[in-house]
């Protein structure tokens, strides 16, 4: 059983950086493409950055390149991916989720119904 945990989000000022945590457990990386999507009040889900299962491709929402990165740790049965999310907006203000899903290789998904696994979501509020 997959399982997917997330941490570190808070308020921070506009131009702040926080870094998320999100452990995924049960299985490991090179058979999960793993991604991080946002949700703020009244907006669908989006894709805010995704990662191919062998870490072989990156995306990352237009509004979010330059700003976020994302980087994986492995150790022993247990997977962790970050993202670190420096020059924070105002317009980043949202519930954030982790999510892994079925292997993808060259490529990752950004369709919310294409992963199977979330975590619980951490609010990340920007405001002065």
């Known amino acids: 059983q997959v399982q997917v945990v997330e941490s570190g989000g808070g308020l921070v000022q506009p131009g702040g950086s926080l870094k998320l945590t999100c452990t995924v457990s049960?299985?490991?990386?090179?058979?999960?493409?793993i991604a991080w999507f946002r949700q703020a009040p009244g907006k669908e889900r989006e894709a805010v950055s995704c990662?191919?299962?062998?870490?072989?491709?990156?995306?990352?929402l237009d509004s979010v390149k330059g700003r976020f990165t994302v980087s994986i740790s492995r150790e022993n049965a247990k997977s962790t991916v970050y993202l670190q999310m420096n020059s924070l907006e105002p317009e980043d203000t949202a519930v954030y989720y982790c999510?892994?899903?079925?292997?993808?290789?060259?490529?990752?998904?950004?369709?919310?119904?294409?992963?199977?696994?979330w975590g619980q979501g951490t609010q990340v509020t920007v405001s002065s």
């Open positions: 049960g299985y490991t990386l090179d058979y999960l493409s």
């Open positions: 990662l191919s299962s062998r870490a072989d491709y990156t995306y990352y």
């Open positions: 999510a892994a899903g079925a292997p993808a290789y060259g490529m990752c998904y950004t369709y919310f119904r294409q992963y199977d696994y």
